[in-house]
């Protein structure tokens, strides 16, 4: 069978879709510059579940280096990409832009200009429900316009989603962009609300809860989101017929160009949320609660009706289950 290039595939989502791919039978290589943005030995443990499949092939890969991946493309011809690399969180982006601009502009580029001169066939790649930004009318839904994000993360985000549809214009690359929604789970990234929140409870320490508890996440569980993933691999986009720059769909295109949100569609208290880890945990939780945080949002809320007519599949794992399943990893894994 082909194989599927993953990038960051040490990270939490790039860990979950290569090991759907390689259940499946499907080769995988998986490339990531294993950055220390968090901890390293947790990515270096997700990679040792993935080497243990001889069809898993590791490169450790900068995508920013335009000559190292154009030399991956050549080698391998992949006909499908699935693209996970990114820097990732939205406070860090306050703090250090040049490493958004650095992975999530110029590493895009390169993969696109991978995907555009050695024959791949789809380009699948991460977006965010961060690119909502401003918009206060819910659910978020593909079809409204985003054009004001409130973190840098979300404008490189954004910025992806546009890259991508010149691609597919200019060259008949087909793409599709997913916007995640709150992803969480086993093997989670520790700079995260929840795992943070499991070890201050477990350290007896409190929780920083912002906007004086007044959040609202769309959690959506890991296993949900490679399933998401993998559906939409094998969905190859082509025009819409029906699209006009009359009125025009910022979900579709006349070129191969389609974003879909995935989540949960069911948006959840995040003090609901400590309420059900502190269930999972056994012990209550110290609440310090704080204002809103810069580059934050109060809620956010998934329309999945694009995703849903597309591959028929609705992500819909309750935060019971999925909370219940990360805890369990994390006391498994840290021996807690």
């Known amino acids: 069978m082909d194989t599927v290039l993953v990038t960051g595939v040490a990270g939490f989502i790039g860990l979950h879709v290569a090991e759907r791919y390689l259940a499946a039978g499907r080769p995988v290589v998986g490339i990531d510059n294993l950055n220390d943005y968090y901890d390293v030995s947790l990515k270096e443990a ?23 991946v154009d030399v991956l493309f050549s080698e391998h011809r992949f006909r499908l990409v699935v693209h996970l ?26 993969i696109l200009e991978g995907c555009r001169h050695h024959g791949c066939e789809h380009l699948v790649y991460a977006s965010s429900s961060s690119v909502y930004g401003k918009l206060t009318k819910m659910p978020f839904s593909v079809h409204d316009n985003v054009d004001h994000p409130v973190s840098l993360y979300a404008a490189t985000k954004k910025a992806n989603e546009l890259f991508a549809h ?3 214009h200019l060259y008949g690359l087909p793409t599709t962009g997913l916007r995640f929604f709150t992803v969480y789970g086993p093997w989670y990234r520790p700079d995260m609300a929840l795992f943070i929140f499991t070890k201050a409870i477990l350290a007896g320490e409190p929780i920083t809860v912002f906007n004086n508890g007044a959040m609202q996440r769309d959690f959506t569980y890991i296993d949900d989101v490679a399933e998401g993933v993998l559906r939409v691999g094998e969905a190859v986009p082509s025009g819409n017929a029906a699209w006009t720059g009359m009125a025009p769909d910022p979900a579709s295109s006349s070129a191969p160009y389609r974003i879909y949100n995935i989540g949960n569609n069911r948006p959840v208290a995040l003090l609901r ?8 945990l056994g012990r ?37 289950v999925g909370v219940e399943r990360f805890v369990r990893w994390y006391r498994d894994y840290y021996g807690v």
């Open 46 to 68: 997700r990679l040792a579940r993935l080497a243990a499949d001889p069809n898993f092939r590791f490169v450790r890969m900068d995508i920013a280096d335009h000559a190292a």
């Open 85 to 110: 690399a990114a820097q990732a969180g939205v406070r860090y982006s306050l703090k250090n832009p040049r490493a958004y601009a650095h992975s999530n502009v110029d590493g895009f580029l390169n």
């Open 166 to 168: 010149s691609y597919s």
């Open 273 to 280: 949320l400590i309420e059900v880890l502190e269930t999972c």
């Open 284 to 320: 209550k939780a110290v609440r310090q609660l704080l204002p809103m945080q810069a580059g934050d949002v109060p809620a956010t809320y998934a329309d999945i009706d694009a995703l849903t007519e597309a591959v028929g599949f609705r992500p819909s794992t309750p935060i019971e």
